[in-house]
């Protein structure tokens, strides 16, 4: 008699997938893509069926006593084979385990539980009966021309779709959705989690009705498993999400698009560290099905896959209805404020005037700052110390009067005057904050309202809707706020954008700090003058500055991504940074940093030794090990070494070679890879 031997992806923290037998009662049912329930130890698990070997009794494949299958979790029909494949991509490509890959793939919660009538807002909001857009829109010139040369080709194609702000790319979105729900196809659509705002939701809503599933991650584990079985039994065909919804298997899937491909947040840095830009790339080439990415700035790697004519490029240069696009002015903040004193001093007294005049209109403003608190330092005059948080090495941030908060820990203290170095001088807080500004803002415009957007006023989804609908309504005449504010925004009456410091982001010891600023100002500016008519007077943006010549402001001025494009891709050019080739970062990371430094240094000898024995990987860089730029958070130590590589392929290759095998790192000290890492602090 045979036996049957399965390899599992078992949903627990283990490198590689293990064998099962088959019990005699499933031979013959188990496929490949079946959830099982399989025992690990002495407790049980879930794992994922993914290919099967058949021999002859006694002859085990593996000399360990193989343990057999308990059962087929029939709740679930085997994964999708194309979803299956692609799964198999993510975990190798990654270099993270397959079982904590595959358990991605299914609801947080068994769906036999009874629901019990829920108390919170519905996750697709009811539809009003004046909400926009109507089904008749005459698409604009542009965008029919883009339409017709995307629906030219069939299966898997890439498109880059290019707009400028307001220029109408969510319409041709929801006209390519109609088709693939008309072919009998299901879509997926991904934006960043903090744009997946009721305004984007309720358009979806307004054209496809109930059809629409949302997962997010306000949604609690009840609504997020309703959500998955609506779309994985297909009782809604259009699934709207943050990067997790990739991770749903959808059956047919026709059409995948990613708003605001350029986003980082798209990069998870956690556990598994994906792209959801790239792996919603190979998610349609498995499924073979088209890909529409969306920008106004897109990416510079997707740019230059247009270059490379491995992605179609499609542009659309104007506002939809003849709108205009705002005028950007720079302001040089280092020559000196007027002699009023009233106004503190990173307030332009350009800036200040064109809030007036267009408060003077009813019209709104919006103040964008990247920082929130009070000052983002704490210093002692007399000798200079800085307070910084004791689990991380950053300094803490001032809110309110006397409270020191860190943002990468949340470490809490009260603010003591007397220096704790010196005991003779006091402590001062230094720089600024969204909460200065707006309680200075307020003392300024006592007339106004005025309201604040960031991480410590707007704490979940219900008050960000809040806000929103306030300044939809005109009950808020000036706002300030974070990144928070930075995308997919739409609110007719806001004419004027400042930004109070541009060069906020700058100076990050990052390759991509220049591009990131770029798409900061670009997204911000595109809030302005958004309903304004051509002929009319435009939008305003007013950027302050102490670097006006810094490169990213010299195309925004113009909103000239293509320029910053040719200027920023030469520039990476020369060291051969992304787009040009591909790192991986490996953090080592633990709580004594002479062990870290220590696995830091055999990592590096490792790598330099494989780079030297194999001629194939002579191409590739070590670069380190050096202290992150941020030595220490949360009371880790992190070092970071850095892989440079031609292509992905050799260098994931060789990174596989050094810590494929884990044995030999020392004891208390981690090792984390991150493939295409966008963040490197
Ligand atoms: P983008 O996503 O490119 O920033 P949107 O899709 O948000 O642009 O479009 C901007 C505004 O123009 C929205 O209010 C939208 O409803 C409207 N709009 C889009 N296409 C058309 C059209 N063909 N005719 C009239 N209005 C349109
Ligand atoms: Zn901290």
Not at 56 to 65: D, E, H, M, T, Y
Not at 395 to 403: E, M
Not at 552 to 571: N, R, V, Y
Request: some cysteine; proline content about 6%; charged content about 20%.
């Amino acid at each position: 008699m045979s036996e049957e031997f399965w390899s599992v992806a078992v949903d627990a923290p283990l490198p590689q997938s293990l064998t099962y037998r088959s019990p005699e009662a499933l031979l013959g049912l188990l496929q490949r893509g079946h959830r099982v329930l399989i025992p690990l130890g002495r407790r049980k698990a879930t794992g994922v069926l993914l290919s099967s070997q058949t021999s002859v009794a006694g002859q085990a494949p593996s000399k360990f006593l193989v343990k057999e299958i308990l059962e087929i979790e029939t709740e679930f029909q085997p994964l999708p084979e194309y979803f299956l494949k692609w799964l198999e991509w993510v975990s190798q490509y990654y270099q993270h385990p397959i079982g904590s890959v595959t358990g991605l793939a299914y609801p947080p919660l068994s769906r036999k539980v009874k629901a019990r009538a829920s108390q919170r807002a519905p996750v697709v909001p009811l539809m009003t009966p004046d909400s926009q857009p109507n089904h008749s829109l005459k698409l604009t010139d542009e965008q029919t021309a883009v339409l017709s040369s995307i629906q030219k080709h069939d299966g898997f194609n890439v498109h880059l779709l290019f707009g400028v702000t307001g220029s109408g790319k969510t319409e041709v979105y929801l006209q390519l959705l109609k088709e693939t729900l008309e072919k009998g196809h299901l879509g997926l659509v991904l934006v960043p989690e903090i744009s997946l705002t009721p305004q984007l939701i309720h358009r979806f809503a307004a054209r496809f009705g109930d059809q629409i599933a949302v997962l997010h991650s306000q949604l609690t584990d009840r609504e997020r498993t309703t959500q998955w079985w609506d779309i994985v039994e297909g009782r809604k065909k259009i699934l709207i999400g943050a990067r997790s919804a990739l991770f749903c298997p959808i059956e047919n899937l026709g059409l995948v698009i990613v708003d605001e491909e350029h986003e980082s947040s798209f990069k998870q840095d956690e556990k598994l560290k994906y792209h959801g830009r790239d792996c919603a790339v190979m998610l349609g080439k498995f499924a073979n099905c088209p890909v529409i990415l969306g920008s106004a700035t897109p990416s510079l790697e997707s740019w230059k896959n247009t270059l490379d004519h491995r992605y179609q490029l499609h542009k659309m240069s104007q506002r939809v209805e003849n709108r205009s696009l705002p005028t950007v002015e720079i302001i040089d903040m280092r020559i000196k404020n007027s002699a009023n004193s009233e106004i503190p001093n990173w307030l332009s007294p350009q800036l200040f005037a064109a809030m007036n005049e267009t408060l003077g209109k009813q019209q709104q403003v919006a103040l964008f700052l990247n920082r929130r608190g009070v000052a983002p330092v704490v210093l002692c005059p007399s000798c200079g110390y800085t307070h910084e948080c004791p689990n991380c090495d950053i300094s803490l941030t001032l809110h309110g009067s006397t409270h020191l908060v860190c943002h990468y820990c949340d470490y809490h203290e009260d603010l003591k005057l007397q220096c704790p170095s010196c005991k003779k001088g006091e402590l001062k807080p230094v720089g600024l904050g969204t909460e200065l500004v707006q309680s200075e803002i307020e003392r300024l415009f006592p007339n106004s309202i005025v309201a604040r957007a960031d991480r410590d006023e707007i704490q979940n989804r219900v008050e960000l809707e809040d806000l929103i609908a306030r300044m939809e309504n005109g009950e808020i005449d000036i706002l300030i706020g974070t990144q928070m504010i930075a995308k997919g925004l739409d609110f007719p009456k806001l004419n004027l954008v400042g930004l109070i410091l541009a060069d906020v982001g700058f100076n990050l010891p990052d390759f991509r700090a220049t591009e990131r600023s770029f798409q900061l100002i670009t997204q911000v500016s595109g809030r302005a003058g958004r309903h304004i008519k051509k002929g009319e007077e435009p939008g305003k943006v007013l950027v302050q500055t102490y670097n006006p010549d810094h490169s990213s402001l010299q195309f925004t001025k113009t909103a000239d991504f293509i320029g910053f494009a040719k200027h920023e891709l030469a520039d990476r050019a020369a060291l051969n940074y992304p787009p040009h080739g591909r790192l991986i970062s490996c953090r080592i990371q633990g709580l004594h940093h002479e062990k870290v430094q220590e696995t830091a240094r055999l990592l590096a000898s490792r790598c330099r030794y494989l780079k030297g024995k194999n001629p194939v990987y002579a191409e590739i860089e070590v670069l380190g090990p050096a202290p992150a730029p941020l030595l220490k958070i949360r009371n880790q130590f992190r070092y970071q070494l850095l892989l440079k590589g031609l292509t992905s392929k050799t260098l994931n290759n060789f990174s596989f070679q050094v810590l494929g095998d884990e044995s030999w790192i020392p004891a208390g000290t981690r090792i984390l890879v991150d493939v295409d890492p966008i963040h490197l602090l």
